[in-house]
Structures are given as C-alpha cells and as structure tokens.
C-alpha cells in the first residue's frame, strides 16, 4: 500500500473493548485486595467508594482519550478535534510505543506535549497502518 504525502486521513477513535477489559480487571482486582486486607470494614467501603466513582466514568465512556474526537491528517498537517469542539494544528504527531494493544502517541502543540493512549480496536487496520505511515515520514 503506498500512500502520497498529500494524503488526508480522518481518525476517530471509537469506544475499545480491550480498554473496557482491561479497566473491568484491574478493578476488581483492586476491590479483591481491598476486600481482602486487614482493613477495618468502614475503611474498606470507603476505599471501595471512592474507586467506584472514579470507575464509573471509565466503565461509562470505553476511551482511555475521551478528550479526542477526531484527528486529521492533511496537507502534510496534523489536526486534533477536543471534546469541547475546539480544533488545535499539531507541530509534531510521534509514536512512542507501539504494541498488539495500544500505541502511545505523543502530540506537540506550541510548547505543550500531550500524551494519549490509543487502543487498536478504536480504529480500523487500514488507518492505523496510516497513522504509522505518516508518522514514520515525519
């Protein structure tokens, strides 16, 4: 597959099943070992509360980056939509790590570096194949 620099790519990234799984494990892990401690009991509910309103969110929305809606490739030019509908032009757009569940991807905007996880069943094959084409000839 050859792609031409000018090419433009739109990503958006969709809800993961593998993120669900995962954040599903390792809560219930947590609660078996604060179930399990040697805690007093009002303790351990309190504990236990206080990570379920932090899960809730995450068991709600499936996105590790639910600020991201979209992000756009064109004219040799990143582009990255917020949740709040504002659109920043991205100076560098690079990989960091790459493996069979995520890639953490790290974005530049003027001076500020952002950093997001993205899992590989938010997008499709095809354009996480471009989204390494295009970040490797950057």
Same mark, same amino acid.
């Given at each position: 597959?050859?792609?031409?620099?000018?090419? *433009?790519?739109?990503?958006?990234? +969709?809800?993961? /099943?593998?993120? $669900? =799984? #995962?954040?599903?494990?390792? &809560? $219930?892990?947590?609660v078996a070992l604060i179930?399990?401690?040697s805690l007093f009991s009002?303790?351990? #509910? @309190?504990?236990? @509360?206080?990570?379920?309103?932090? !899960?809730?969110? *995450? $068991?709600?929305? /499936?996105?590790?980056?639910?600020?991201?809606?979209? !992000?756009? &490739?064109?004219?040799?030019?990143? &582009?990255?939509?917020?949740?709040?509908?504002? +659109?920043?032009?991205?100076?560098?757009? =690079?990989?960091?790590? %790459?493996? +069979?569940? $995520?890639? #953490?991807?790290?974005?530049?905007?003027?001076?500020?570096?952002?950093?997001?996880?993205?899992?590989?069943?938010?997008?499709? *094959? %095809?354009?996480?194949?471009?989204?390494?084409?295009?970040?490797?000839? *950057?």
């Amino acid at each position: 597959m050859k792609l031409s620099p000018s090419s *433009e790519i739109i990503l958006k990234p +969709t809800k993961s /099943k593998v993120y $669900f =799984r #995962l954040i599903s494990i390792l &809560y $219930f892990l947590t609660v078996a070992l604060i179930v399990y401690s040697s805690l007093f009991s009002l303790i351990k #509910l @309190a504990l236990i @509360a206080v990570l379920s309103v932090y !899960m809730i969110p *995450e $068991f709600i929305n /499936k996105n590790p980056s639910n600020f991201i809606i979209e !992000m756009i &490739y064109r004219n040799k030019e990143w &582009y990255i939509t917020t949740k709040n509908g504002i +659109t920043e032009d991205c100076d560098e757009l =690079r990989i960091i790590i %790459h493996n +069979t569940l $995520f890639q #953490l991807i790290q974005i530049s905007i003027l001076d500020k570096r952002k950093l997001f996880i993205l899992f590989n069943d938010q997008i499709s *094959e %095809h354009q996480l194949r471009q989204l390494h084409h295009i970040s490797s000839n *950057e």
